[in-house]
Every structure is written in C-alpha cells, then in structure tokens.
C-alpha cells in the first residue's frame, strides 16, 4: 500500500543503494553486534523497500511551483497537502497564520561605465521585503565596499552601495542589515554579494531589513567585476529598477491569511506529550523550493505516514509540522508556538538543511539536561548507525524551532554534504542552491529522502514510545 514506484527493478536500485548506506556503517558493525528495537528493524526493512516521499514532494513541487506567502501556489501546496495526509489516513490541523505578502514583480539592472558608451544589462534579485523603486528607476554611480569599516567612512551619499564580502560560511548579516545601514549613510540603493560558496552565475535572494531603500543581490561574479573595476578608477553608473510592492520595511508588511498544517499520529497512553519534527513548506518565489525546505517537512510527513503504515503507534504523540513563513519573519513558528506551548513538547526538531544522506542530529546544549542528551546518544548509536545517521552532537536548532528553545529541547536534523561527504559545516553544498532558481527536486535523489525518513522516524518513534529513558541495548562482541 501506498508504493508508487513505477518502474521494474525499482526496488532493487532502492535496496541496493540502501546496503551501500549500511556498508558506510560497517565499520561500527564489525565491531559490535547492536541491538536493534524490533521496530526499528521494521521501520528500516521497510524504508529500505522505498518510499513514496520522494514522489509525492515531487508531484507538489512540479505541480505548484515555489510556495512564497502569500501566493495562490503557497495555498493550493496546503489544501494538497492537507487532502493527501487524510487520505492517508492521518489526522490533519489546519492553524490560522498571517503571513508577509510582498510582491517582487519586474526587475532589471543597467551599468554605464567610463570608458564605453554601452550599456549593459547586469542580472539582479530583490531581496525579499525590500521596498521597491516606486516605479520611477534609480540611476546613480555605484561605490563598492568590503566591510563595515568601509561603508562607515565612504562617501555614499547620493550612491548605490554594493556590498561585496566573499562567503566565509553562511552569514546573512550583510544581506539583512545593507539596506538599513547604507540608508543612514544617505545611499539610494544597496546591493549585496550573492551568498554563497560556488556560483554558476546564480542569483541568491533572501529576507532584507531594509527600511527606506531598495535592496537586491547580484551575482558572485559580477561583484567581482564591478569591484575590479572601481579599482582601475573607472567610474560606474548603474540604473536600478525594483517593482516590489507589499511593503514599508520588513516589520511593516501586507498581509494575507495562510496557515500552519500538522499532522499528527496521536499517542496511545500519554496524547497531550508531543515529539514534534518538521520542516517549513514556504519558500521564495526562485525555483521549486524543494530543498528549502519542502523535502524536509516531507520526510517528517513520511516518517509519520510510515510508522501509522506499520502500526507503530507509540505512547506519546508525533507531529509533522509544516511551518509558514520562515523565510520572511517566522510568523508561522511563532503562531504554533503561541498555540501549543500549553502542551507538553519532548523535543522539537527541524529539517531545513537539505535531504542528502542523513548524518544525525544536533540539539541546543541550553535547551536539554546531560541525561536527556545522553538518552538520544544511545538512541543514535544504537538505533540509526546502522544506515549512518546515528551522530547526535551539540549544536545550532532549525529557525522554526528556536522559539521554544528556552523551555523545551530544540534541535536539527542534519544531512552528509553532498559534495565533500562531510558532515555540513556553515552548510557547504546546501548553499550552492540555497534561495534560487536551482532548488529544484532533481537535486535529490529518492534514496536520500528515504534514508531521511528513516531518521526521523527512528528517532521521533524512540522518543514518543520511551520519553528520554530509552532500555539499554545489550551489546555483544561480533
């Protein structure tokens, strides 16, 4: 029930590619003989057979397209996903948030520089909330800068800005505070850097908390250009066209009405205890937003669909919650928040790094005990090493999640790097693609995404049955 692989053979590249991810384990298992939960051994056997939940983000992504809020793509992702969950047979919330409507409508970039009389058109992306240029385009030299020490002492006034800082990890701070900085220091517009570590010529949007000018990213390498030119001394004139409409600054937007969806497997001795998992399903207007971070809310759905499938119904209850909002000011964590903190939570726990092979988890030191810690040790390394993702570490939460970090443990779900094969530090590969038109489900592949709800469903299963008082594994020499 609820197999869709269409091809013959399907299942074989499935368990093939799934013995390759135990084998990555083998050196734990050679030599150690580890217990297994039955149900674990279950939960894996049957993922190992392959999932639909590969198929079914792709069918949303494919059929709707990015979800910004506010878009009727957004909207009928939901009503999609709240239909196919019933059918599943699962119970479904549907909670009321109002979410940033803005808008990014037509934009274009123009460079005049000394030398020639050609004009050029240069690519360009708002950023998400910045206000546009109110129809009227802004044309005005152009000052590159490299810090902040530099924008405080150059003479932008009058001029556009352009940001341009190589990417040293993720670090968003230039993108959300240019437009605000600049703006004091008189600019008329602020660019930034794309962020990133590699670019094919990609455009990286994001949030911006610009309040009076107009704020967009360009590429890495014409950032590069533009300052290799101002170094020669040619001056350069840039005309900037921003439609964006929806809002002032980014706490002073439009709205519309969107919502929350969770799905819930209700706990058979203990429903009000909640071990919540989950990803957020919007995403910016660029690309299918399958990997920020449709996948991950996805593999939490399927982590659920998966463990009602097999009858594993534990103690407490597991939700999969599909944020709104995250990308544009988190309304949709904080209205759960607000809704459900009177319920007792375990744990909350955020996939929104990407679907490749997963790696562990990571949880907040402040947000748990040494005990609570260790008891989600011992569920990784004896439960999830098998297929590799039994790491549990101290580290960063999801976005999502950190509302409750004060009072509840709070954490991620973390994936291998897809290109080093290393456990992601400052997010490496997962920001190749990160907020633009490349983010599209071809960049996963079903076996990863399985492999992911196996993860979840492991460790959510664990955690809902036994609380953080897992039964120790009797462990043998092999």
């Given amino acids: 029930p609820g197999r869709v692989r269409k091809q013959k053979g399907r299942a074989m590249i499935v368990a093939v590619g799934w013995m390759l991810a135990v084998v990555q384990a083998a050196p734990f298992a050679a030599q150690t003989m580890v217990r297994e939960y039955p149900e674990t051994t279950m939960i894996l056997n049957r993922v190992a057979e392959g999932t639909d939940t590969w198929e079914r983000l792709a069918e949303m992504c494919d059929t709707f397209g990015p979800r910004m809020t506010g878009s009727q793509g957004l909207e009928e992702s939901l009503d999609w996903i709240e239909r196919t969950a019933k059918e599943d047979g699962l119970q479904v919330l549907r909670e009321v948030v109002e979410v940033p409507n803005w808008k990014r409508n037509s934009e274009s970039l123009r460079m005049v520089t000394e030398g020639s009389d050609l004009e050029r058109e240069l690519q360009v992306i708002g950023l998400g909330l910045s206000i546009g240029t109110g129809g009227t385009p802004i044309s005005a030299d ?20 352009l940001m341009n800082v190589p990417y040293d990890g993720y670090n968003s701070q230039y993108r959300r505070e240019l437009g605000v900085r600049a703006a004091e220091r008189k600019a008329v517009a602020a660019l930034v850097r794309s962020v990133t570590p590699f670019s094919l010529g990609t455009l990286h949007t994001g949030s911006s908390n610009t309040a009076t000018i107009p704020s967009a990213a360009i590429t890495v390498e014409e950032a590069d250009m533009l300052e290799r030119m101002q170094s020669r001394g040619q001056r350069i004139r840039l005309t900037l066209t921003m439609g964006a409409t929806g809002c002032t600054a980014a706490d002073n937007c439009e709205t519309a009405t969107s919502s929350n969806v969770v ?17 957020h399903i919007d995403s910016w207007d660029v690309g299918q937003g399958a990997l920020d ?92 090493a098998r297929i590799g993702a039994g790491n549990v570490s101290y580290g960063g939460a999801g976005a999502d999640t950190q509302v409750w970090c004060a009072t509840t443990p709070c954490g991620s779900q973390v994936v291998v790097d ?48 036994y609380g953080f008082a897992p039964p120790s594994m009797s462990v043998s020499q092999a």
């Fill in 142 to 161: 152009l000052v590159v800068v490299r810090s902040w020490d530099e924008l405080s002492v150059a003479d932008v006034e009058g001029r556009i800005v």
């Fill in 263 to 279: 799905i819930e497997l209700v706990g058979t001795e203990f429903p009000d205890e909640i071990v919540a998992i989950g990803g």
């Fill in 293 to 384: 971070d449709a996948g991950g809310a996805f593999v939490a759905w399927g982590a659920i669909k998966l463990l009602n499938e097999l009858g594993l119904r534990p103690k407490r209850t597991i939700r999969a919650i599909f944020w709104n909002a995250e990308e544009n000011g988190g309304a949709g964590e904080i209205a759960y928040h607000k809704a459900h903190s009177d319920k007792k939570h375990l744990i909350v726990l955020e996939n929104d790094g990407g679907v490749w092979d997963p790696y562990g988890f990571t949880v907040s030191e402040a947000s748990i005990d040494a005990t609570s810690f260790a008891a989600m040790q011992l569920i990784g390394s004896t439960q999830l």
């Fill in 418 to 465: 897809p290109f080093t094969q290393q456990p992601p530090v400052g997010g490496g590969g997962y920001f190749y693609f990160h907020h633009t038109n490349a983010d599209y489900i071809s960049k996963v592949s079903p076996e990863e995404v399985d492999r992911n709800v196996a993860s979840f469903a492991v460790m959510a299963w664990a955690l809902a049955e």
